[in-house]
């Protein structure tokens, strides 16, 4: 599977669950089935778009490396903006990452001074002894709660997945929903423990003697706490709107899978070729491909002159006969474009088949040919 189009289905299976919790959980008073709702949505959008999809009998697909045509022929190892997308992405990524494990040693080292706030990290509390002592134990309990869930853990999972995920919004909204769903937690084992626990919060907002309640990397939202704190509604109430999770992921699952329907599909292929032994080839390897294309295509005026550019993901049987069949554009640009790589494929010679325990066979390929300008 191409990246770019992983990360854009990962990004929208994402989407979807995160806007499934944010019209259904979100007000509930359930904190640990929206915790696990947020924890799990980022896992299920690495993994749904990996799903083994379509029709069992189709053939294996070897997918060429592109191929780069234009008015001058270029470079077949130029980049398609795609790609030069993912490698900035990634770049990003990178430092982004950097700067978490930098924020983490900073967490660890912090967590340890005699700073006058109240905090927790990886198993460590911090409780100033100014404190008064009915703050104090109510404070211990908070920050007790954070520790023995391990929110801290939650938290770097989540920074870990906003790194490599920054450029979508969604992600950084999901945070700050985790983040708050952590005070939401802790809030309801240290209130039977204050007498004014809402009066201790909104000290701690303004910053008086008793203290904040605080966890390394959080962001509190005391009006959404003090909220919840006045809410009531037992938390099985939540559960009925858990069986949204179902239509979630099928919504998600069909929107990842969906395929145009015009795409034919090779229903009775006599041979398959299983991808262990030698593949269909050019004849003269892939060095002749790209000197045929660059010799053969013409760029469409018309393209051209709107400065179009674009990959036009050409699909074809090699017949065991070396021949090719069923040539299709599996993936477009426009009409025009994708008339001319079907032209230019059409033309070709016949392949070297590929060979399976010995024998010519069948097997499907892939040839993406970027048309360019520069």
């Known amino acids: ?149 391990h929110h801290s853990r939650d938290v770097i999972y989540y920074e870990i997945i906003r790194a490599c995920a920054w450029s979508n919004p969604l992600v950084h909204i999901a945070l700050r929903e985790l983040r708050l769903v952590h005070e939401l937690i802790a809030d309801r084992s240290a209130e039977p423990l204050h007498p004014d626990y809402r009066a201790l919060l909104v000290a701690n907002a303004m910053g008086t003697r008793s203290g904040t309640l605080m966890t390394t990397f959080s962001s509190t939202n005391l009006k959404q706490r003090l909220t919840m704190l006045q809410n009531d509604r037992p938390a099985s109430s939540t559960r009925p709107k858990l069986f949204f999770i179902l239509p979630a992921l099928i919504l998600a699952f069909g929107l990842i899978a969906w395929q145009p329907a015009s795409e034919p599909r090779p229903a009775k292929p006599a041979t398959v070729f299983n991808g262990n032994d030698t593949p269909a080839e050019f004849p003269g390897g892939m060095e002749a491909l790209v000197k045929y294309l660059s010799t053969h295509v013409k760029y469409p005026a018309a393209a051209r002159k709107d400065g179009t550019e674009g990959t036009v993901h050409v699909g074809f049987i090699v017949k065991s006969n070396g021949e090719l069949a069923e040539i299709i554009v599996k993936r477009g640009v426009r009409a025009d474009i994708d008339s001319e790589a079907l032209r230019v494929v059409t033309g070709m010679p016949a392949w070297k088949p590929a060979r399976s325990n010995g024998k010519d066979v069948s097997s499907q390929m892939v040839l993406p040919i970027a048309f360019r300008l520069d």
Request: hydrophobic residues 55%.
């Open 1 to 149: 599977m191409e990246a770019l189009t992983y990360y854009l289905k990962a990004n929208l299976v994402f989407g979807v669950l995160l806007g499934t919790y944010l019209l259904v959980l979100r007000r509930e008073t359930w904190f640990q089935a929206r915790r696990a709702w947020l924890l799990l949505s980022p896992l299920l959008a690495i993994l749904l778009p990996l799903a083994p999809k379509g029709d069992a009998t189709m053939l294996y697909t070897v997918e060429l490396p592109a191929v780069v045509v234009g008015p001058v022929a270029g470079s077949a190892t130029s980049l398609p903006w795609s790609e030069r997308f993912i490698l900035i992405h990634a770049a990003v990524t990178v430092v982004l990452l950097l700067a978490l494990g930098l924020r983490v040693l900073q967490a660890w080292k912090g967590i340890r001074r005699d700073d006058p706030g109240a905090a927790s990290f990886l198993g460590h509390i911090r409780i100033p002894d100014t404190l008064h002592p009915m703050d104090r134990e109510a404070v211990m309990a908070h920050e007790g709660v954070h520790v023995r869930e």
